[in-house]
């Protein structure tokens, strides 16, 4: 498209909503006449007639109106990055909102965002802790942290670890009183720590895979927790079997505090990826900062 129709379409959107030629005029800085004279020639080029025009208003017409709603908002984006663009004059700023659990909170994200936080005093983050799986733009957050299998065709991602994987554990203590599981379904006749998901307001099957075969036991115990941190602790208490991320049992389990059982039916799954919509309207700051994730874990694979 030419420079002269990109400038004849910004025209008709300042008076289309401004429904005003004379305060569209004011808004570009042009006279009247010659904002009136530039839309005749843009619809004389289209062949529609764009806006109807009274002598006390003026309205869009159908033509009009898909314009609005389908070359508007590609306008307003190039206006909201070159504003963002304008930030590097100075030092970025602005707010990032992200959702994610509070294990992948501790474990992945406070770690590789110390680098940028510093880097760019400015910008604030703000994490939400949840175990639901939010809409993250009905939300209204910028990104989400997910699992590799969690990653919808709607978002774009940005791979945070490598593939994880998820261990059965207990105390020393716990096992001189019970035998160790050999198999997944020996968990039934254990006491173990099982947590409630809120996305699907159950309390959540355990899950395991060897030989190509899945498994889900459905196990059960006297404690019930929505938070890891809680179950884990539980666990180190000796009250009980429980089921976390290896990274926030790992710690613990190289102390010998934990031991874990049932490796061999622990897969590893996908790892975990910063996650945002395709369309998301990437101000400055949240690109620096998606920039920065995928250089962490860049780091991070070639380590």
Known sequence: ?????????????????EKSFTRAAAKLGVSQSALSHTVRLLEERLGLRLLTRTTRSVT??????????????????????????????DEPSGTIR???????????LRPKIEK?????????????????LVDIVAERFDAGVRLGEQVTKEMTSVPLTPDIRFVVV????????HPKPKAPH???KHQCI????????????WEFEKNGRDLKVRVDGPLIFNS???????????????????????KYIADGRLVKVLEEWCPYWTGYHLCFPHHHQNTMPFSLFVDEMRHEAEKFSHS
């Open 1 to 17: 498209m030419s420079r002269e129709n990109l400038n004849d379409l910004i025209a008709f959107l300042a008076v289309a909503r």
């Open 60 to 89: 869009p017409t159908n033509a009009g109106y898909y314009l609005i709603r389908n070359i508007g908002p590609h306008f307003d984006q190039i206006e909201t990055q070159l504003a963002s663009l304008g930030q590097l004059r």
């Open 98 to 108: 992200i959702t994610a659990t509070d294990d992948v909170i501790a474990y992945i």
């Open 116 to 132: 940028f936080i510093k880097k760019y005093p400015d910008v604030k983050i703000e994490i939400n802790a949840d175990l639901k």
């Open 170 to 177: 207990g105390t020393k203590s716990y096992f001189r009183k």
């Open 186 to 188: 020996d968990l039934l």
């Open 194 to 205: 099982t947590m409630r998901l809120p996305t699907y307001g159950g309390i959540y099957a």
């Open 228 to 250: 890891v941190f809680s179950a884990r602790d539980a666990c180190l208490d000796g009250l009980g079997l429980a089921h976390m991320p290896e990274i926030v049992a790992e």
